[in-house]
């Protein structure tokens, strides 16, 4: 609701244009589905939700930011419950986690546990700019990358620690609203913001921490070395 008042604000003010239309695919499930009916997600019958699935719809609809509200014109943003795994077989968009990132204007990760956000890291590789809260270890991580931008640059992180919980929704939506105006209005302050957000998924390279984490609870490490003691001593 922040972001539509945003957005609203914006067209009245003759920044954005009247047209401007903007989606957020909310990704969440809580299992994957099989037999979903044609026209998902925008088609989606309450029969397949569970668990906290029809909680987040019933937020969408009670705020009337369902989808056919923005068809006909009375809002400018759209809420679409995305309650499923991504695949390209998923029955809705198709798309791998890669082409779906790449295709989104921003990843938005309000994450309040991760101890991490591979996420955040995920979204950056394939050039798509991310507003993270800073609880998750990956906005600590921003600082390790020199600036591309001044102020605001590829990942914008929320102080979802000290701020009031209607002050967090509020900078979460001007994040948002910052990332949608340069995409429609400067694209190439966008393109540096995309560039921004790649650098810094390529300077984590988090692919080799993370197998040494792998080999770590599965053993592997330890079990190459045992294989290695009997050659060694032979020598």
């Given at each position: 609701?922040?972001?539509?008042?945003?957005?609203?604000?914006?067209?009245?003010?003759?920044?954005?244009?009247?047209?401007?239309?903007?989606?957020?695919?909310?990704?969440?499930?809580?299992?994957?589905?099989?037999?979903?009916?044609?026209?998902?997600?925008?088609?989606?019958?309450?029969?397949?939700?569970?668990?906290?699935?029809?909680?987040?719809?019933?937020?969408?609809?009670?705020?009337?930011?369902?989808?056919?509200?923005?068809?006909?014109?009375?809002?400018?943003?759209?809420?679409?419950?995305?309650?499923?795994?991504?695949s390209e077989t998923d029955g809705g968009l198709g798309m791998g986690v890669r082409d779906f990132m790449a295709g989104c204007c921003a990843g938005v990760f309000p994450s309040r546990y991760d101890p991490f956000l591979l996420t955040g890291l995920e979204a950056g590789r394939e050039g798509t700019p991310?507003?993270?809260?800073?609880?998750?270890?990956?906005?600590?991580?921003?600082?390790?990358?020199?600036?591309?931008?001044?102020?605001?640059?590829?990942?914008?992180?929320?102080?979802?620690?000290?701020?009031?919980?209607?002050?967090?929704?509020?900078?979460?939506?001007?994040?948002?609203?910052?990332?949608?105006?340069?995409?429609?209005?400067?694209?190439?302050?966008?393109?540096?913001?995309?560039?921004?957000?790649?650098?810094?998924?390529?300077?984590?390279?988090?692919?080799?921490?993370?197998?040494?984490?792998?080999?770590?609870?599965?053993?592997?490490?330890?079990?190459?070395?045992?294989?290695?003691?009997?050659?060694?001593?032979?020598?």
């Amino acid at each position: 609701m922040a972001l539509e008042h945003i957005i609203r604000n914006s067209i009245l003010e003759g920044h954005m244009e009247e047209k401007i239309k903007v989606i957020c695919f909310l990704v969440t499930a809580e299992g994957p589905k099989a037999d979903l009916p044609e026209g998902f997600p925008v088609h989606l019958p309450k029969d397949v939700l569970v668990g906290n699935e029809l909680r987040l719809q019933q937020m969408i609809e009670e705020r009337g930011l369902d989808f056919p509200k923005l068809v006909r014109g009375k809002h400018s943003v759209a809420a679409v419950l995305y309650p499923q795994i991504i695949s390209e077989t998923d029955g809705g968009l198709g798309m791998g986690v890669r082409d779906f990132m790449a295709g989104c204007c921003a990843g938005v990760f309000p994450s309040r546990y991760d101890p991490f956000l591979l996420t955040g890291l995920e979204a950056g590789r394939e050039g798509t700019p991310s507003v993270v809260s800073r609880v998750c270890g990956f906005s600590d991580a921003i600082k390790t990358i020199e600036s591309l931008i001044e102020g605001l640059g590829g990942v914008i992180v929320v102080d979802n620690i000290d701020l009031s919980y209607y002050e967090t929704v509020l900078e979460y939506a001007l994040a948002i609203s910052y990332f949608t105006r340069n995409f429609v209005d400067d694209r190439v302050k966008y393109k540096l913001l995309c560039r921004e957000a790649f650098l810094l998924a390529k300077d984590m390279d988090w692919r080799k921490p993370a197998e040494q984490y792998y080999e770590l609870i599965s053993g592997a490490r330890f079990c190459m070395r045992e294989n290695e003691n009997p050659a060694k001593s032979k020598n």
